[in-house]
């Protein structure tokens, strides 16, 4: 099978997972707890960006735009979650992170796409590794916060901040040299890529399993 048909095809199942996770979270929706809508939620936010996606690629042929979008909503997610979600109470220093990280997403997408002359040639996805090392930030202080108070309760959702933390450094990895990647002519961007998009599917799989155990948990 020809290299970019199959990037193409992996990227119509990222879709159909989420279909399939949004499918899954709507039957089940008023047996969900509330960490558990909050996954929901995220799926559908995903939805949502990944259609804006192929819009964009269909009508432009350039869908770079949403990568900043992306970023931006990806982040001040998990900000949330986990203000809210899986820490006790809320943490100034993790919300003024996020604050900083969400103001630098914002300013790129000023500086490429309102100040500066875009070119694809030379697009960096800052955003997204702002995106990915805010949330590592906030999945390490779990840890911390696990280590160092509520002996009581020392288990609750480390499997789940165990795997955004796989996820999101896994990410990070990805797009640091995105730039790199997408000059490359010897097509290895596609398999970096498919690589990534793959990581992305497992991630998707393991949230809507867990919206799946909670749901038939509370039949």
């Known amino acids: 099978m020809d ?52 819009v964009l690629i269909k009508l432009y042929r350039n869908n770079l735009i949403i990568m900043h979008v992306f970023s931006l909503t990806e982040l001040l997610f ?45 697009f960096q996805p800052y955003a997204k590794v702002a995106d990915n090392f805010v949330v590592i930030i906030m999945s390490l202080y779990f840890f911390y916060e ?11 959702n480390v499997k789940l901040n165990t795997v955004i933390l796989l996820f999101f450094t896994l990410n990070a990895i990805m797009f640091l040299p995105f730039n790199f990647f997408i000059n490359e002519q010897s097509g290895v961007q596609f398999y970096v890529w498919n690589i990534n998009v793959c ?20 039949k």
């Open 78 to 122: 998990f900000v949330y979650f986990y203000n809210r979600q899986l820490l006790p109470k809320p943490k100034p220093l993790l919300l003024g992170i996020g604050a900083l990280g969400a103001f630098y997403i914002i300013a790129e997408f000023i500086n490429y796409f309102v100040i500066g002359n875009f070119s694809v040639k030379y």
């Open 199 to 218: 990581i992305i599917i497992a991630f998707y799989v393991y949230l809507i399993g867990l919206i799946w155990q909670e749901g038939n948990r509370r």
């Open 146 to 156: 696990k280590a160092n108070g509520y002996p009581h309760n020392k288990l609750a």
């Open 3 to 54: 290299l970019k048909i199959f990037t193409a095809i992996l990227g119509h199942t990222s879709s159909v997972v989420l279909v399939i996770g949004l499918l899954l979270g709507a039957v089940l929706y008023k047996k969900l707890s509330s960490l558990h809508k909050s996954i929901l939620y995220y799926l559908v936010l995903m939805f949502c960006i990944d259609a804006a996606s192929y």
